[in-house]
């Protein structure tokens, strides 16, 4: 017979949380914090994981999976997690390597471990098929994360030089709007030497589309 479980109970009330989120959601225990004990928390989750209501991603981590017809169970995005384990440890986080790459568009190479630089502690979590690896880093790598001078200096780091031909540059001024593009500019003086007038022509508006544009509002 099933146990009966109030509805005041801290497990009725992260059932109530779990239930309001929607499918593809990461949890720790830090994300129900307010509602109980940790230990009643921790119960609560392996209870409802038990039940598949929520899937145990690895330790203190679960999702609400997210479902789709012809694939079936389909694991958390990698953002998702991130954004759960940022969270939980007050970290700032920023994508590097071939993931900042492709964050982009300036890579279609799938990395076989997600790197994000931090200004917490150095760890990697594992979540099913996903290893997302967190390096600890200085605060200059640090000072630009949340931009988008951010992902670039770290995209642009892992191609090289020499991969950063022009078709890419422009393809990314296609794809990246124009008043975040401008904002770059405010951060040349965190990258390497080598990287600041590649960063400048990502930035530059193109004059004649701009005076065009112009032109056309005031007809």
Do not use: C
Not at 9 to 16: F, I, T, W, Y
Not at 79 to 84: E, G, R
Not at 192 to 219: F, H, I, K, N, Y
Request: charge should be positive; proline fraction near 6%; glycine fraction near 6%.
């Amino acid at each position: 017979m099933p146990r009966s479980v109030s509805p005041d109970s801290v497990e009725s009330r992260v059932a109530q949380q779990v239930h309001r989120s929607a499918r593809g959601t990461v949890f720790t225990p830090d994300s129900f914090a307010t509602l109980g004990s940790r230990s009643a928390i921790d119960k609560a989750l392996q209870r409802m994981a038990a039940r598949g209501e929520l899937r145990r991603l690895s330790r203190g981590l679960y999702d609400k999976p997210r479902k789709d017809e012809m694939l079936g169970t389909l694991w958390p995005s990698v953002d998702a997690i991130v954004k759960a384990v940022a969270g939980k440890d007050r970290i700032r986080t920023q994508p590097a390597g071939v993931y900042a790459a492709n964050l982009l568009g300036m890579s279609e190479q799938v990395p076989a471990q997600v790197l994000l630089l931090t200004d917490g502690i150095s760890r990697t979590v594992e979540a099913g098929p996903m290893k997302i690896s967190f390096k600890r880093t200085t605060p200059r790598q640090m000072a630009a994360a949340g931009r988008l001078s951010g992902l670039l200096i770290q995209a642009f780091k892992s191609l090289g030089a020499p991969h950063i031909t022009p078709t890419r540059l422009q393809r990314l001024r296609q794809n990246l709007p124009a008043e975040e593009r401008t904002k770059v500019l405010q951060d040349l003086a965190l990258a390497p030497a080598w990287m600041r007038p590649l960063l400048r022509e990502v930035a530059r508006v193109d004059e004649t589309r701009t005076t065009s544009t112009r032109r056309g509002d005031g007809a």
